[in-house]
């Protein structure tokens, strides 16, 4: 049983680019959140996704973008990317909204 | 707002020594966690424990909800315990507030 899958592992880009991350969930699990984690910091929450839709956001700003795929995968796109985009983002998946989150192992990203 | 708030910041221990881990958070949130963040970065779920008192191994946990705080609990530490150790919130909606965790290492 695949638990959650994140690609790629590491990724260099330059300010100004466009990123795009991808989450595949836990086997029978429908929902996906995103979290930007920060070096010597807790992750903070992105967006979460459910029925392909974005039910709630955290305070990132609209550069920050998603989408969920009918097989319930995910992409995170971050454009116009900053030096402080630089950080792990670790995608997260659960049946429904609520409980058993799973924890991919993160794409770590650096913006130079 | 919420809020989840991690002590101490930093842990070194030596092989074989015990520690706890302390979490104050507040009133608005529900169904705490502890989760272990290994050295490359992997997050893995140790307690879902909202209330009362859970041992898996040489881990245990106990939340006292009424004072809203939480309290990880290492026995005979070994080096693989290593990594931050974050108290985890979630609100009514299911997002997952984190503290700043708890950066853990045991030396031999």
């Known amino acids: 049983d695949a638990g959650v899958t994140q690609s790629p592992t590491h990724l260099i880009k330059t300010r100004g680019q466009q990123v795009t991350l991808r989450c595949s969930p836990k086997s029978g699990h429908d929902t996906v959140s995103w979290y930007q984690q920060a070096l010597g910091q807790g992750p903070q929450f992105i967006f979460q996704y459910y029925e392909e839709e974005e039910r709630q956001r955290g305070n990132f700003p609209d550069r920050f973008s998603g989408h969920q795929f009918p097989n319930y995968s995910s992409e995170l796109n971050v454009n116009a990317l900053l030096l402080g985009d630089s950080a792990l983002y670790l995608c997260?998946?659960?049946?429904?909204?609520?409980?058993?989150?799973?924890f991919g192992s993160g794409t770590r990203l650096t913006v130079v | 707002g919420i809020q989840v708030e991690q002590s101490p910041p930093d842990l070194i221990l030596q092989e074989g020594a015990n520690s706890t881990l302390r979490c104050n958070f507040s009133?608005?949130?529900?169904?705490l966690q502890w989760f272990h963040q290994n050295p490359w970065g992997q997050l893995i779920n140790l307690f879902y424990?909202?209330?009362g008192t859970k041992q898996n191994g040489r881990l245990s946990a106990t939340t006292v909800a009424t004072e809203r705080y939480s309290l990880l609990y290492i026995s005979s530490s070994q080096t693989t315990d290593s990594g931050v150790y974050f108290c985890?919130?979630?609100?009514?909606?299911?997002?997952?507030?984190f503290g700043q965790g708890t950066t853990l290492q045991v030396k031999p």
């Open positions: 424990i909202p209330s």
């Open positions: 997260a998946s659960s049946l429904g909204q609520i409980f058993g989150y799973t």
């Open positions: 985890v919130g979630s609100s009514n909606t299911g997002k997952l507030i």
């Open positions: 009133d608005s949130v529900n169904n």
